[in-house]
Every structure is written in C-alpha cells, then in structure tokens.
C-alpha cells in the first residue's frame, strides 16, 4: 500500500478498463510490476470510439492531457514510437521492442515511482531530471507500445530497477467513483468504474 496519496494521471472522467486489488480484478496478477497497475480509457455508450475502431483519432482517449499524479522527479522517459496499429477485433498487439511503448517515470517521496505509459510520441511538455507538480501536464495519450487502442497505463512502483520492480498498491486521494449514478470519494479502485479526480 503506498503511503503517498495520488490523483488520477487525467483529467476528466475515465472509465477503469483493467485493474483492482484481488487477483480476479487485477491488470495482471502474474507479472509483480503490474499486479496492482490500472488501464484508463473514455467511454462513451460504452465505447471507447466512435466510427472507424481502426483509427487512433475516432477514440476518445486519443491525445487526451496526462496529468502528473504527484509532485516528483521524472527520471525517465521514451519518446520514440510511433502509434500501434489498430487491427480489425482489436487485438492486443504490440509493434516495438518496449511493451510500455513511449512512456514517464516520475520518482516521488517515500521512494515510490509511477510509470504511465502508451502516450504520443512528441507530445511530451517535460524532460528528464525536471521536477513536476500534481497536476501538471506531461503529455498526451496515444497509442504506442502493448496495446489495442488508446489509453492510459499507469503503475506505481517501489523501485526503477526494470527487472526487480514490485507494484504498490495505489492509494488515491480527492478521486471520485461513480456508483449508482451518485458521485462517492474512494482510496482505491478496481474494474468497470468511472473515475475521476473532484
């Protein structure tokens, strides 16, 4: 469980594709970096697109701002990839050497780190080495990396070390779920919710 508190690293009301806390809502239980990550997207009639599901630009999440979800340190980032490719069923493919495509890692207090990833190449606003402020903008949402269509990944992590990390469990503040068409306050979330930051 972390002992920072985040917010959300969008803006705007998200639905939570992927993730959770138990092994049946996890992003991916097996692999220990992500067993505790979450996949952000916007619906809308419960879709991601509208129109053409082939074309990053008919998803609604597509270039949509990336907030920093605490003040920190980036320590890295890619810039490199294009966008993946959208196949027709969507299935999830990935057409670079890096799964997490063009992604940030921002080292924040306690010596936990967030890793978003999947955004747009030459969308970035910072730089290594630079400080960042929750809520600032870091860029923008693509397509690139492991993916079947635009969203957000986002992890945190307890070390930058890419072969030995361990996800943290996130604990959220100021974030709002809806349940039952009524907007609630939440530390943590899991699957198949709207979220978003109050």
């Not at 690293?9 to 049946?24: D, R």
């Not at 990550?37 to 999440?61: M, Q, V």
Request: glycine share 6%; hydrophobic share 30%.
């Amino acid at each position: 469980m972390s002992k920072n508190k985040y917010i959300l690293p969008m803006e705007g009301l998200w639905y939570v594709e992927y993730g959770g806390l138990t092994k049946k809502t996890s992003h991916s239980w097996d692999i220990p970096s992500q067993r505790y990550a979450y996949d952000f997207e916007i619906r809308h009639d419960n879709l991601p697109y509208c129109g053409d599901y082939t074309k990053c630009k008919n998803y609604y999440s597509y270039l949509q701002n990336v907030i920093a979800p605490l003040d920190g340190w980036v320590i890295d980032l890619k810039n490199e990839y294009d966008d993946t490719r959208i196949l027709p069923g969507r299935p999830i493919i990935c057409d670079v050497d890096d799964p997490r495509g063009n992604y940030i890692v921002i080292k924040h207090k306690n010596n936990e780190y967030s890793l978003i990833a999947h955004l747009k190449k030459d969308s970035f606003k910072v730089k290594i080495g630079e400080i960042v402020k929750t809520g600032q903008v870091l860029a923008s949402v693509g397509n690139s990396g492991n993916t079947q269509g635009p969203h957000i990944h986002y992890q945190l992590q307890n070390n930058y070390n890419i072969n030995n990390e361990t996800g943290i469990i996130i604990t959220f503040k100021n974030v709002l779920v809806n349940k039952k068409n009524k907007f609630k306050k939440t530390k943590y979330l899991t699957q198949n919710s709207y979220v978003q930051n109050s």
